[in-house]
């Protein structure tokens, strides 16, 4: 309940985190999709040959 | 999918904004008077580091500040340096004997304010300003350059050459003594006894005149004497560059490109930012929690209440400086993806220069409102050095003036000046990143990571500012 209860100092302390976190969150999303891809293109290449 | 994500997101966002009225019902109230919360400004300042991003990606498709681009703007007589050095060795020494021999209440002594106030926050400020003016009037230096001409008449031509300053050593000496006087600042117990601080003062000058005298002046000032370091970082970003018979004009921060990677760089800037960054954490109710816990911790061991508290706050220190450099190799090590090839470590000697605008606009940030009220106490301090009543110049009954800047007006000058200073940061990463990669598409890939940096280093700032509010 005592978390509950400070949520607005804690949740508002949390605000602070978000850009950091959306920011990295896209890189690392970024870094898989791109990788995915190369996956997939280099499956499709040895489909072909 | 993206409707609910959208709905879900406003949701979030709509509670957030409930929140701070939640917060401020706690007393925080007539301190400040903002017309959004303060978490908001951090994500106003993380968009604009975005679109600083993205505008260098676009319109700084080449290196601009790598190549040194200067114009001679004066001739200086050679007097000026001998005069400058007095000056700095007649304050030195004023301010040491009011530390000796004035009064101890912090308060009523100018040696505290002159220490805390002018010379660890306004130098920076002003090197940033006008160059490293602070050079000239470095009392150690003019000691021991008049040391070194008196022994070399004295020993006509006998003197031997001093040693080669060793090149692994590099700035660690400066980075070790800025972090001791932040500890001194922070942690030690007799910070506000006038008399410890002159002593200490003294001990710091013995030591410099050692290492100048077994390495020669101008090569311990360059790389060892900490406050000579840390201030003629901050000169770097200046458009004055002082030389001794000239002063030169440059872009601005293109000094800062001009920084050597040399062992202790990345470390220098660490502690220039993690010992900031602890004094304003220091005061909040997070590290307080951790304070208490800790010390019954070392008090269960046997250790006095004193010596607990300070081991206390010195493995803070220690734990800040740690997680600020932990935090950059991180952004290295991000780097690092897009050319394996390159090492960690010279990565991080090559970037290093990027964080010195972050370090000053730490520095303007966290104590401007220091600066902006105690700042004046050196108007009437001056007056009456020692605590006892003098009046020297006749401002001895001045006092601080506390409505000349409003708290609203601080936070915004705190809020631009790290904006600023990150931005400024981000233009030297991505310029050396174009030196590095050769081409404008892998060096804005590599600087992905940079950003996460700044935008990291920038949302802690606002962080530990508000809660100090």
């Not at chain 2, 800025?178 to 002593?199: H, K, Q």
């Not at chain 2, 019954?296 to 006095?304: T, W």
């Not at chain 2, 003036?401 to 991505?430: E, K, N, P, R």
Request: glycine share 8%; net charge positive; hydrophobic share 55%.
């Amino acid at each position: 309940m005592t978390v509950v209860a400070h949520a607005g100092h804690w949740l508002a302390q949390l605000a602070y985190l978000a850009p950091l976190v959306f920011l990295v969150g896209a890189l690392v999303y970024g870094k898989w999709k791109a990788r995915r891809e190369a996956r997939s293109r280099a499956g499709d290449a040895r489909e072909q040959a | 999918m993206t409707r609910r994500l959208a709905a879900a997101l406003a949701l979030v966002l709509g509670c957030l904004l409930w929140v701070p009225s939640t917060a401020l019902a706690h007393g925080l109230v007539g301190k400040q008077d903002l017309p959004i919360p303060r978490w908001l400004f951090a994500w106003a300042a993380a968009t604009v580091l975005v679109i600083s991003f993205l505008a260098l990606a676009v319109l700084w498709p080449a290196p601009l500040l790598e190549r040194r681009r200067e114009s001679k703007l004066l001739s200086l007589p050679s007097l000026l340096d001998p005069l400058c050095g007095s000056l700095g060795v007649a304050t030195f020494a004023t301010a040491v004997y009011a530390g000796l021999a004035g009064n101890q209440s912090a308060s009523e002594n100018l040696l505290p304010t002159l220490v805390f106030v002018l010379f660890w926050v306004a130098i920076p400020c002003v090197s940033f300003v006008f160059g490293d003016i602070s050079r000239p009037f470095n009392p150690w230096r003019a000691v021991g350059r008049l040391g070194g001409w008196l022994a070399a008449r004295v020993a006509r031509g006998t003197l031997p050459k001093p040693l080669e300053y060793p090149r692994r050593v590099g700035y660690w000496p400066a980075a070790a003594g800025i972090f001791a006087f932040v500890w001194v600042e922070l942690v030690y117990s007799g910070r506000t006894d006038p008399r410890s601080l002159a002593v200490l003062a003294l001990v710091y000058a013995v030591v410099q005149w050692v290492g100048m005298s077994v390495y020669g002046v101008d090569a311990w000032c360059r790389r060892a004497d900490a406050f000579g370091v840390y201030f003629g970082l901050f000169a770097r970003l200046s458009p004055l560059r002082w030389a001794r018979r000239a002063l030169f004009l440059r872009p601005p921060v293109a000094g800062a490109a001009q920084l050597a990677a040399v062992p202790g760089t990345v470390a220098l800037v660490c502690v220039a930012i993690g010992t900031t960054s602890f004094d304003g954490f220091s005061l909040n109710d997070v590290w307080n929690s951790i304070a208490e816990t800790s010390t019954d911790a070392f008090r269960d061991l046997g250790l006095s209440p004193g010596n607990a508290l300070e081991l206390t706050f010195t493995l803070g220190l220690i734990a800040m400086v740690g997680l600020i450099f932990a935090f950059y190799r991180l952004g290295i090590a991000g780097m690092r993806t897009v050319d394996p090839s390159r090492s960690a470590r010279a990565l991080a000697g090559a970037f290093a220069h990027s964080l010195i605008p972050i370090a000053l606009a730490y520095v303007i940030a966290h104590y401007f409102g220091l600066l902006a009220y105690q700042g004046q106490a050196i108007g009437f301090l001056v007056s009456d050095p020692l605590g006892d009543g003098s009046d020297l110049f006749g401002t001895a009954d001045r006092a601080i003036d506390y409505g000349w800047i409003s708290a609203s007006a601080i936070w915004y000058v705190q809020v631009v000046t790290l904006v600023v200073g990150h931005a400024i940061g981000l233009a030297l990463a991505h310029d050396r990143a174009l030196v590095l990669y050769g081409n404008s598409r892998e060096s804005v890939r590599s600087q992905y990571w940079m950003l996460a940096v700044m935008v990291g280093f920038t949302c802690l700032a606002l962080w530990l500012l508000s809660s100090q509010a």
